[in-house]
């Protein structure tokens, strides 16, 4: 039998597959024989694996921690905003009765997801933190509810298929896919395209990390450290305007052409050095910024979809960290309509162009000067 697979970041090359199935009615005695209808191989499938939903490594705790302190503030963000508001706030932002009460729903759907995650971590699970948000009206506190969203969703999609633990990633898969209805209906909240792309990216737990801790003002002291690390911040200074009512922000279940940006637009950045306290800043910070890159960004790094893409930095101004660099003009797969820079795009600035796909984007990480930022296309 021969199989064909489509060009993915790299042609593949065509494989002769010979496979056998067991037969029905194997009346094998052996308990560990493949049962009829399963075809052999998987991870787990056998008679003698009992799923243990806990962490099996130091990696698998680690990105479960950073899993459960997005979903705590997630959980936190949507009672705050909920609280800050009244229906008379929600009403003149064209969000009715329903929609708040939606947005209660996702709360309560963070309270299952937060308990599901503190139940495999055990007794060490940490408790919620306290938080500052950059938002004073109700379309800021949708936008950043879909960007927080965002990067909760596509920093689990960069881990789930590392974990040790395929038990403990099949229960995160079953809460991270209501995340991501989450993150559409947040979008259809700003009168966006719910799914103005084909793929879901997957980010490194740094990125997740660096986007969610800065919004951390305290936390219990028995909480775990986390390890991942934190870049330097990185900012786009005249990123497109998604909150202006021109540009269709009103909400809308769907929308026929509401793009933000256009491939070869003029993108500016400013970046900060590291080794600057995260999060609540005091005199013996717990977490500092750090880049493994010594010297001035050379690229800026645009990660979406299946695909990285590097643009050159122009103007580089190391005594003001500023730069700039053109929007790519570049799709998924040649000869396609996908474009690479659609909806929130993952922007980091790095010294080289590193050759990543999907599934090894962490080796990206020693090579960024600053970032991530969330570049909002349409």
Known sequence: MSLKSCALLTAFAILNVVTSFPLPGNDSKDPFAPRPFTPAGGLGTDNSTIPYYHPLSDFDYQSLLLALNQEYIELDLFNYGLAKFSAEDFEAAGLNSADRELIHFMALQEVGHAELITNMLGESAPERCNYTYPFETVPEFVAFSQQLTRWGESGVYGFLNHLDSRAAATL???SITTEARQQFVFRQFQGLSAMPYDFIVGVPQSFAWTLLAPYITTCPAKNPTINFQNFPGLQVTNG????SN??????AISVV???????GRRVEFKWENPGLPVGNVSTDP?????????????????ISQLNTTYT???DVNTDENTA??????????PNSNNTIVNGTVFVVLTDEQVPITPFNITQINGHVVAGPVLYQAD
Do not use: H, R
Request: hydrophobic share 40%.
């Open 246 to 251: 021109s540009t269709g922000s009103w909400p």
């Open 324 to 333: 700039w660099a053109i929007q790519p003009n570049a799709t998924v797969f």
């Open 286 to 302: 717990l977490y500092k910024t750090f880049t493994f890159v010594d010297g001035p960004p050379k690229y800026a790094a645009w």
């Open 257 to 263: 052409n509401n793009t933000l940006t256009e491939p």
């Open 312 to 314: 050159e930095l122009q």
């Open 240 to 243: 497109p305007d998604a909150l």
């Open 172 to 174: 995160l898969t079953n």
